[in-house]
T-cell receptor, first 115, second 119 residues
Framework: AQKITQTQPGMFVQEKEAVTLDCTYD???????LFWYKQPSSGEMIFLIYQGSYDQQNATEGRYSLNFQKARKSANLVISASQLGDSAMYFC????????????FGTGTSLTVIP | NAGVTQTPKFQVLKTGQSMTLQCAQD?????MYWYRQDPGMGLRLIYY???????DKGEVPNGYNVSRLNKREFSLRLESAAPSQTSVYFCASSEFGGLATGLAKNIQYFGAGTRLSVL
């Protein structure tokens, strides 16, 4: 069974607008972490933001925020004030204590920012 | 600030050839990982090493071997390359290893990747 599901293969957003990238996850472990990574066309994987299952508040890192809805098992990434440099693939990932070191990645969402 | 360094960046092999992908990290991390990335499938874990001296299989270990040479270095070996192993390979490292409640933040930092083609 898929542990991480990203249902949007591709998204477009106008420059300076906000965009939400969806991610749902599946785990029975009460202790888990959710991660978002950015992969630009150059290929490297860049860590963006982290949300822990026990965190009381939604995580924020600059223009990135995570809309964490625990009951719905969703961890959507919100990018505010999109920039051309935000065009990239975005991957959601999860680690729980049942899987120890193993991260499970979604299939990714390709974001294109339109000038 | 090198972080995680992978070599080579590109490689073309013929079916049946062998090769070793090298990975080194300078962040004093305990755990290291090898992933492969295929179109439409995200990243899948091949092998990982929770700490120096230990290695474990991930989701797709068949056709690969690994060696944790020391705390800094973790290599991935293809003994007899097959076209199905054409992929982009990523090495990653993280500070912590093992099963432990409360360590879920364990951020993984990635190398730049190795693009491998097997003809």
């Amino acid at each position: 069974a898929q542990k991480i599901t990203q249902t949007q293969p591709g998204m477009f957003v106008q420059e300076k607008e906000a965009v939400t990238l969806d991610c749902t996850y599946d785990t029975s472990d009460p202790s888990y972490g959710l991660f978002w990574y950015k992969q630009p066309s150059s290929g490297e994987m860049i860590f963006l933001i982290y949300q822990g299952s026990y965190d009381q508040q939604n995580a924020t890192e600059g223009r990135y925020s995570l809309n964490f809805q625990k009951a719905r098992k969703s961890a959507n990434l919100v990018i505010s004030a999109s920039q051309l440099g935000d065009s990239a693939m975005y991957f959601c990932a999860m680690r729980d204590t049942n899987t120890g070191n193993q991260f499970y990645f979604g299939t990714g969402t390709s974001l294109t920012v339109i000038p | 600030n090198a972080g995680v360094t992978q070599t080579p960046k590109f490689q073309v092999l013929k079916t049946g050839q062998s090769m070793t992908l090298q990975c080194a990290q300078d962040m004093n991390h305990n755990s290291m990982y090898w992933y492969r990335q295929d179109p439409g499938m995200g990243l899948r874990l091949i092998y990982y090493s929770a700490s120096e001296g230990t290695t474990d299989k991930g989701e797709v270990p068949n056709g690969y071997n690994v060696s944790r040479l020391n705390k800094r270095e973790f290599s991935l070996r293809l003994e007899s390359a097959a076209p199905s192993q054409t992929s982009v390979y990523f090495c990653a490292s993280s500070e912590f290893g093992g099963l432990a409640t409360g360590l879920a933040k364990n951020i993984q930092y990635f190398g730049a990747g190795t693009r491998l083609s097997v003809l």
